[in-house]
């Protein structure tokens, strides 16, 4: 299959290239299906999730574990159960990056993570109950202070 996207040109896929979003993702709630394309250089620490429903969005997306010292947060069990989760190392944790107008402005959204199922391609974006901005600045982490 082929996506005609405006960010990636013609990206050729499978149907076991398919993330799906049962929900959606917040604000997005039409759009279900996603590929997850990596970056292709391992120092980039950065990658994407385009929708296949709409070919003209694209959210750039990151390990938030490799910003965020201390990050760490328990699942509902509903969440579990969807995902079909039967060991954490099946999971694929990313946040949606937003660049800011300053590079030391980039945030990513802590609060509400995506959490993919690597081997069923099922995924799902979460809202925390732990205590967690949903601007968390990457790059400049003392204009975290006081949030």
């Known amino acids: 299959m082929e996506l005609k996207t405006s960010g990636f040109g013609v990206i050729s896929y499978s149907e076991e290239d398919i ?3 049962n ?3 917040y604000g997005f ?3 279900k299906s996603f590929l997850y394309i990596p970056s292709e ?3 980039f620490q950065f990658s994407w999730l385009q929708s296949i429903d709409d070919p003209d969005l694209v959210f750039i997306v990151t390990d ?3 910003f965020v010292e201390n990050y760490d947060f328990n699942l509902d069990e509903d969440v579990v159960d969807q995902l079909k989760v039967e060991k954490p ?3 694929c944790i990313l946040s949606i990056v937003n660049i800011g107008e300053e590079v030391e402005k980039t945030t990513v959204n802590i609060k509400a993570p995506i959490v993919i199922n690597i081997g069923t391609k099922v995924g799902r974006q979460v809202i925390l109950t732990e205590e967690y901005p ?3 600045y ?6 975290n202070e006081g949030k």
């Open 64 to 66: 938030p574990f490799l």
């Open 138 to 143: 990457i790059f400049n982490k003392e204009l």
């Open 29 to 31: 709630e039409s759009n």
């Open 89 to 91: 190392e099946e999971l």
């Open 23 to 25: 929900a959606g993702l």
């Open 19 to 21: 993330v799906q979003f």
């Open 134 to 136: 949903y601007k968390y």
């Open 41 to 43: 250089d391992s120092q």
